[in-house]
């Protein structure tokens, strides 16, 4: 973590060297997360606009696999589709489950665009 401004609100995480605004979920109400390396997280993101698999594979032709910032945590994901139920996308540097679950075998494999409106850091799952 580079910076947060708290729970729920702006913070700026360095990942491979590469430095993403996402929306802090590791904080607490009480206490901000500190700068420095956070040992137990992952990437989620929310997205608003409703779009088909068939739709997200089209716009993605040149198989690309990248998140392009757009604006303060917004981005725009290109990948590949490694798995369904749940789905996961390989964005290259990240890799993110997708709430859009779908029994579709076919997608696995295809390059997908995504929208993201709001990319977060959350605790990871504990297993």
């Not at 973590?1 to 360095?14: D, Y």
């Not at 798995?83 to 290259?92: A, H, L, N, R, Y």
């Not at 679950?101 to 709001?118: H, P």
């Amino acid at each position: 973590m580079e910076q947060t401004a708290g729970l729920g609100k702006q913070a700026e995480v360095w990942v491979d060297g590469r430095l993403f605004v996402v929306c802090d979920g590791i904080s607490t109400r009480q206490k901000r997360c500190p700068p420095g390396l956070i040992e137990s997280a992952r990437f989620v993101y929310v997205t608003d606009e409703p779009v088909s698999w068939e739709d997200a594979a089209r716009s993605n032709p040149s198989r690309r696999s990248s998140i392009d910032h757009v604006r303060d945590w917004c981005y725009v994901g290109y990948g590949r589709v490694e798995s369904i139920m749940p789905v996961v996308i390989d964005f290259g540097l990240l890799k993110m489950e997708d709430a859009n679950w779908t029994n579709d075998e076919s997608l696995v494999g295809k390059y997908v665009r995504i929208s993201i409106d709001r990319l977060e850091i959350v605790p990871a799952l504990e297993q």
